[in-house]
């Protein structure tokens, strides 16, 4: 078994598809277009762990109206690139019934364990789930019945890492999103 390759190996030939001031201005507008939205109903907004955790307290910051805070967990990843079953980690302790949901995560790229999620919220009886992603994966391999209700930035089909998603568990916290190069 081979160790996985490092960040600093690959990121000088890696393109830096989106800086930080670009997503800083996509956040910003996420945050508005959540508020109106909202239009002046509280929601409970649930940060979708690990890759959503940059972007939903930037994102958090720039909504006004007024969160109840809580998170996700669930993966197929397990620090594979590929994805498998779903695994649970954490479900939310705040209740969900009769309430607007703000799912925010990094990505949406398949959109297999974002879908479960979501559903995963609908079964607990909230009224509506808004999904706010950070990204989305240009292609259509997207799964049947999910879409991203806000989005900041599109990126290629290509392996991305940095704000929050993770080039074999390492670069989360760099503050732009670059791709490998083919």
């Known amino acids: 078994m081979s160790a996985h390759p490092l960040l600093r190996d690959v990121l000088d030939s890696a393109q830096l598809v989106h ?18 939205s909202l239009n ?3 929601a409970v907004f649930l940060s979708v762990m ?10 958090a910051l720039a909504i006004k109206t007024d969160l109840l805070f809580d998170y996700i967990h669930a993966t197929r ?3 594979e690139l590929t ?14 019934a009769g309430r607007i949901v703000i799912l925010a995560d990094d990505i949406l790229d398949e959109g297999y364990t974002l879908r479960a999620i979501r559903n995963y919220c609908l079964e607990r009886g909230a009224k509506h789930v808004l999904i706010a992603v950070l990204c989305r994966k240009d292609h259509d391999r997207t799964a049947a019945g999910i879409h991203a209700d806000f989005c900041g930035v599109d990126v290629p089909d290509k392996y991305v ?21 083919d």
């Open 19 to 36: 800086g930080r001031a670009a997503l800083d201005d996509a956040i910003a507008r996420m945050g508005q277009r959540i508020d109106e």
């Open 40 to 42: 002046g109903e509280s």
């Open 50 to 59: 690990q890759g959503g955790l940059m972007f939903a307290g930037q994102l």
């Open 77 to 79: 990843y397990r620090g």
């Open 83 to 96: 994805g498998g079953e779903l695994h649970w980690i954490k479900k939310p302790d705040v209740a969900l």
């Open 161 to 181: 890492f940095g704000f929050g998603m993770d080039f074999h568990g390492q670069g989360r916290n760099l503050p732009g999103i670059y791709a490998l190069e």
